[in-house]
Nanobody
Framework: QVQLVESGGGLVQAGGSLRLSCAAS????????MGWFRQAPGKEREFVAG?????????YKLSSVKGRFTISRDNDKNTMYLQMNTLNAEDTAVYSC????????????????WGRGTQVTVSS
């Protein structure tokens, strides 16, 4: 059974940066496409970005994060990252990592594994 554990969330001032990590265990990490979702208070969960199993393809669903967020992965460390720069209050949310058993499903059309999430709070 694959387990995903996020870390790196916290409180940051507007304009600041955070790097989220998602550590995977229990499976063959490089065979999974991975991605980040977020859910702000009172809003539906939304897909932020995805990455293929090899890391060769990345995809950013939200136009608001393009140029500010960078998704990456280190298959030797079984870890995925989300570097978030120039944060603003609208980025405040619980960020969850997710995995698809289909390595090229970088749009995460199916999610087989979820992490519990990490809170990101941006103060203005």
């Amino acid at each position: 059974q694959v387990q995903l554990v996020e870390s790196g969330g916290g409180l940051v001032q507007a304009g600041g940066s955070l790097r989220l990590s998602c550590a995977a265990s229990g499976g063959t990490f490089r065979t999974y496409a991975m991605g980040w979702f977020r859910q702000a208070p009172g809003k539906e969960r939304e897909f932020v970005a995805g990455i293929s199993g090899s890391g060769s393809t990345t995809y950013y669903k939200l136009s608001s994060v393009k140029g500010r967020f960078t998704i990456s992965r280190d298959n030797d460390k079984n870890t995925m990252y989300l570097q978030m720069n120039t944060l603003n209050a609208e980025d405040t949310a619980v960020y969850s990592c997710a995995g698809s058993a289909v390595s090229e499903d970088w749009q995460l059309t199916r999610v087989d594994y979820w992490g519990r999430g990490t809170q990101v709070t941006v103060s203005s």
